[in-house]
């Protein structure tokens, strides 16, 4: 057993020994997508959980586990599931193994003892590579991804990479720790697995906090942090109190020792966890991976891309096309029919509005006229279910009147009749955003830009209409705002914008009352639009 300790903060976890290392030869998706076994899937793990857990370096026996739930404080146990620097013998951890203490109650933290800082204090035989390490942590998520799914562990669980002591003064080894991660991160997010990220408190975990607010970084979206004070909770002065909430913290608290339930000894360490599973984006899930995505038309061509989110920047080289509309005026997504997908909805510049249902092929289907004419609204946005009825709505803007209109969805994938929300002088007021329920009261509310003064209303829904306008921030400068959904799934919705200067893709995030300073998340969109 390797432990070292520094200044009184732990170095830590789990033996790193002599392992195997696992090729990538198998595609991640063949699991991933077809499940591990014709078996229902287990629920995430460990999911929402909060409470005492341990880790043992080797799986216990299946006797053990039903001795220590019927009689220890523990309810959550570690597992080492994989990775080349993973020490002890893992015989009793099977999909079997996996179901069978799932089903009786415990919860599973998934453990991956992958390369370790080139810098690492401890003896350790495969390392990360500074130069690649970008690549490295890619292809190690995807390990992860194949190990996981071959032990059952379903989508939205927490694979926690355990990233032990390093030199963090090393530049070179602290920069490939953070880009390894990086990778790491946002390559799970792309399978649907969530990230979580173990370290020294000194080390690692202080390296993590420091690129809390680098754009474009991909944060772990869990942290599990070790400090031996024997100190019960998830709150440590190495991590700013806004950083890893609400419930997406573990610790460490106490290392290796012996402790004996239902006349079972096993040698563990102690931890406690407060973790809960991060809200699902919603609004603007294209690739139905839980993240939010961006959808843009290249204007000079009408080509028509969906660009994959993953909580912390837009992926342009994963970009996919899905169609070419060169004739539209106006595009906006929705699941009209209900069926679990993105639809799409077109205006054409001759002012029809058609219906394209969306496939499980990431494409959209024969399209179905829902109005010969169109052409005296604008602003058509998608507000989510307005008059929660249970099926999408649309809004728009007559030019002629200036007044707002909300068009119920109904069964059949349409429109029915339209009721008036507003009225009076909307025209000098443009972009409007659906952003969903931005202040969580039950309704869906809308942005809108003031045209005179750039300046940001919200107008929060409520029963047949708005809420008195509120002024939370300014659009001047930015164009094509777009409601992205819970875009870091951190509970809150927030806003996309594109600068209009740079053509940076922005993200406001969101926390009910207003919006954070805006994070670029990608580059390129000055040609594009609009973005929905």
């Known amino acids: 057993?390797?432990?070292?300790?520094?200044?009184?903060?732990?170095?830590y976890r789990r033996r790193l020994l002599a392992a195997v290392v696992v090729t990538l030869s198998v595609a991640p998706l063949a699991l991933i997508n077809g499940n591990a076994g014709a078996a229902a899937a287990l629920a995430p793990q460990p999911g929402n959980f909060t409470g005492y857990g341990f880790d043992a370096?080797?799986?216990p026996s299946s006797d053990t586990m039903a001795a220590w739930l019927k009689s220890s404080p523990y309810r959550a146990a570690g597992i080492y599931f994989g990775g080349n620097n993973r020490g002890c013998t893992q015989a009793n951890l099977t999909a079997e193994w996996v179901r069978e203490q799932v089903t009786r109650g415990w919860r599973l933290i998934p453990l991956y003892v992958g390369p370790q800082a080139s810098c690492t204090t401890l003896t350790k035989r495969n390392l990360i590579d500074n130069a690649n390490a970008a690549a490295q942590g890619r292809a190690t998520a995807e390990d992860a991804v194949r190990q996981a799914a071959a032990l059952g562990l379903s989508k939205e669980s927490v694979l926690i990479y355990d990233m032990e002591s390093y030199d963090s003064k090393n530049i070179a080894c602290r920069d490939g720790v953070l880009t390894f991660m990086n990778s790491w991160t946002a390559r799970l997010h792309d399978y649907g697995y969530f990230s979580g990220y173990y370290s020294s408190a000194a080390t690692g975990i202080a390296d993590m906090v420091a690129v809390w607010n680098r754009p474009g970084y991909v944060?772990?979206?869990?942290?599990?942090f070790a400090?031996?004070?024997?100190?019960v909770t998830v709150t440590d002065k190495a991590i700013p109190a806004s950083y890893w909430t609400p419930k997406r913290r573990m610790?460490?608290?106490?290392?290796?020792?012996?402790?004996t339930w239902g006349g079972v000894t096993i040698n563990i360490d102690n931890d406690y966890l407060d973790f809960a599973l991060l809200p699902s984006a919603k609004l603007s899930d294209w690739n139905r991976n839980g993240w939010s995505d961006i959808m843009a038309r290249t204007t000079s061509t009408g080509n028509l891309f969906a660009y994959p989110g993953n909580g912390t920047w837009v992926s342009e080289g994963g970009r996919t096309a899905v169609g070419v509309?060169?004739?539209a005026n106006a595009l906006l997504r929705m699941d009209l029919n209900r069926d679990g997908l993105t639809d799409l909805i077109v205006r054409t510049k001759a002012g029809a509005l058609f219906f394209y249902p969306g496939l499980s092929t990431g494409k959209f289907g024969a399209r179905k006229q829902l109005s010969k004419n169109f052409s005296h609204m604008r602003e058509l946005t998608a507000i989510g279910d307005f008059n929660r009825d249970g099926y999408p709505d649309m809004l728009a803007a007559q030019t002629s009147n200036g007044n707002v209109y909300l068009y119920p969805g109904v069964a059949g994938a349409k429109f029915g009749k339209r009721v008036a929300l507003a009225y009076g002088d909307w025209n000098n007021r443009s972009e409007f955003a659906g952003v969903g329920d931005f202040n969580r009261d039950g309704y869906p509310d809308l942005l809108v830009k003031l045209n005179s003064t750039g300046a940001l209303y919200l107008y929060r829904g409520k029963a047949g209409g708005f809420q008195a306008a509120l002024k939370i921030g300014t659009a001047t400068g930015l164009r094509d705002l777009l409601g992205v959904g819970d875009f870091d799934r951190d509970g809150w919705t927030d806003l996309a914008a594109i600068q209009t200067s740079t053509g940076h893709l922005m993200v406001y995030r969101g926390n009910g009352k207003g919006f954070v300073a805006g994070v670029r998340v990608s580059t390129g969109?000055?040609?594009r639009s609009p973005l929905f």
């Open 1 to 11: 057993m390797l432990r070292k300790f520094t200044a009184g903060v732990v170095r």
């Open 57 to 59: 370096c080797t799986a």
């Open 219 to 224: 944060r772990p979206d869990y942290v599990d």
């Open 227 to 231: 400090r031996w004070d024997q100190v």
């Open 251 to 259: 610790k460490q608290y106490r290392g290796a020792h012996q402790e």
């Open 325 to 327: 509309y060169p004739s």
């Open 525 to 527: 969109y000055k040609g």
